[in-house]
C-alpha cells in the first residue's frame, strides 16, 4: 500500500481511540462507498468487508477473483466463498475486536435534515443485514469520527489534490482551446477532455460542456447541441488522482466577441472570485466569504439572488463534493464553522441569466496557517477562441 494509505489507517485509528470506538467497520459492493478506496488505496466491486481496528492490522474479507491484489497491497486478507461464509467469517473477525464491541459503520440517521449525506454510504439492505447478524455488538454512525477524519488534509493529501489540478490546468491550457470549432457537439468536445483526463488519471465527475444559452445551467448535461460563433462555452472539468479530485471551471466565448452584456458578467464574476479569495483565512465563517462574493457581484449591477443560485464554493478531497466547512449562506449549517487550516475548497462565483447565457469561474484553494493558498488562478479576461 501507499504511504497515503497508511497514512489514512494510521489517522484513522487514533481517532478511533480518541472517540472510544473498538473499530470501524465498512462494508459495500460495486464501488458505492468511497471509503473504500480511500482505506485499500484501489477499487473493489465485489462485496467486501474492511475491519479497521483500533490497534492492529486491516483486514479485508473478500472473494477470491480479488483477493490477490489486495494481498499484494500487503492487507490481512480473508477470502469468502458465499453468502453464508461471507456472514460467518465477518462474526469471526468482528469477535476478534473484543467482548460487545462499540463500532461505527457509514450510515446516518435522517441523513437529509442532518446534512450528512457525504457520510450516509451505506445502503439499507447492508444496515438491516449488519444489525441481525452483529447482534452483540453496539453499531454507531460513523459521521463524527469521519468528520475529523476527512476535513482537514494531510501535506500528502494536499500534495496529491495539488498534482491533480495541475494536470486539469494542462488540458484546460494546452488542449481544450484545440477541441473547440464550429459545428463541433458538447458531447464531442466533452469525450475529447475524458480522453485527456483518462491519460493521467480519471474524471472527477462527469465532464460539464454547456454552450450558448445551455450554459445559464450551472449543471448541464453535456448534450448533443452543435457549437456555433458567438457561444459562450462553460466547461466544468478535474482529473483525479489516486483518489483524489480536482475541480475547474474555465467559460470561454468561441468564433467572435461577445456582447457588452457577457463581457460586464464576466468582469463581474472575475472580481467576485478574486476578492473571495482574498479574503479567505483561517478561522473565518464560510457565509462572511460567501456574502463579500455576492457583494462584489451586487456592485457591478447583478442581483445575486436572482442570478448566482448556488453556494460560493465545496471542500474538495477523495469526493468532489467532500465534506467539511462550506462557502455558502447562512442557511447552510456548514457555512458557520470557523474554517480551519488544512482545508481544500473550491470558490466558484457565478451569473446565470436564462436566454442570454452563464458565466462561472472556479478555483481550488488550500488554508494556510496565515491565508489561502490558490492552487489555480481563472484568467483575468473572458478567453475568445
Known amino acids: ?43 473493489v466491486y465485489s462485496t467486501h468487508a474492511i475491519i479497521v481496528p483500533k490497534e492492529g492490522d486491516v483486514m479485508v474479507l473478500i472473494t477470491r477473483m480479488e483477493g490477490a491484489m489486495l494481498r499484494d497491497r500487503g492487507f490481512d486478507v480473508e477470502e469468502y466463498s458465499s453468502g453464508k461464509t461471507f456472514i460467518e467469517k465477518l462474526k469471526e473477525k468482528v469477535s476478534d475486536l473484543g467482548e460487545n464491541p462499540k463500532i461505527v459503520i457509514n450510515y446516518v440517521e435522517n441523513s437529509i435534515l442532518a446534512g450528512k449525506g457525504g457520510f450516509d454510504k451505506m445502503p439499507v439492505g447492508i444496515f438491516t443485514s449488519l444489525k441481525t447478524i452483529l447482534q452483540n455488538v453496539s ?22 489534490i495539488e498534482e491533480a489540478v495541475k494536470a486539469t490546468i494542462e488540458i484546460f491550457e494546452n488542449k481544450i482551446p484545440g477541441f473547440i470549432t464550429e459545428g463541433v457537439t458538447e458531447k464531442e468536445v466533452g469525450a475529447k477532455i475524458n480522453f485527456e483526463i483518462n491519460k493521467v488519471g480519471e474524471p472527477s465527475f462527469a465532464t460539464i460542456v454547456a454552450s450558448g444559452l445551455n450554459s ?17 462555452v462553460l466547461i466544468d472539468m478535474g482529473v483525479k488522482l489516486d483518489g483524489y479530485c480536482a475541480d475547474i471551471t474555465r467559460t470561454y466565448q468561441f468564433g467572435k466577441k461577445g456582447s ?31 456574502k463579500t462574493a455576492r457583494e ?34 447562512e442557511a447552510n449549517p456548514y457555512a458557520k464553522i470557523p474554517i480551519p487550516v488544512g482545508s481544500v475548497l473550491t470558490v466558484e462565483p457565478g451569473l446565470y ?31 475568445h477562441l
Open 216 to 232: 445559464a445551467y450551472p449543471h448541464h448535461q453535456t448534450s448533443k447541441k452543435k457549437i456555433a460563433k458567438g457561444d459562450i
Open 1 to 43: 500500500m501507499l504511504d497515503i494509505e497508511l497514512e489514512v489507517i494510521e489517522r484513522a485509528q487514533k481517532l478511533l481511540k480518541e472517540f472510544g470506538y473498538d473499530g470501524w467497520l465498512i462494508v459495500t459492493r460495486e464501488n458505492e462507498d468511497v471509503h473504500s478506496r480511500y482505506v485499500l488505496g484501489i477499487r
Open 296 to 329: 462584489v457581484l451586487k456592485k457591478h449591477g447583478f442581483d445575486p439572488d436572482k442570478f448566482f443560485i448556488h453556494g460560493l464554493g465545496h471542500p474538495l478531497g477523495i469526493e468532489t463534493h467532500d465534506v467539511g466547512a462550506m462557502l455558502s449562506t
Open 139 to 160: 453499531l454507531e454512525s460513523a459521521a463524527p469520527f469521519l468528520e475529523k477524519l476527512r476535513s482537514i488534509k494531510t501535506p500528502k493529501e494536499i500534495k496529491k
Open 353 to 383: 441569466i436564462e436566454g442570454v447565457g452563464g458565466i462561472r469561474l472556479e478555483d481550488d484553494i488550500v488554508v494556510t496557517p496565515e491565508k489561502c493558498r490558490p492552487l489555480s488562478y481563472s484568467p483575468r479576461e473572458l478567453i
Open 260 to 290: 457588452e452584456k457577457i463581457e460586464q458578467m464576466y468582469e463581474a464574476v472575475y472580481d467576485a472570485n478574486k476578492e473571495a479569495i482574498e479574503i479567505l483565512k483561517p478561522g473565518i465563517m464560510g457565509m462572511e466569504v460567501d
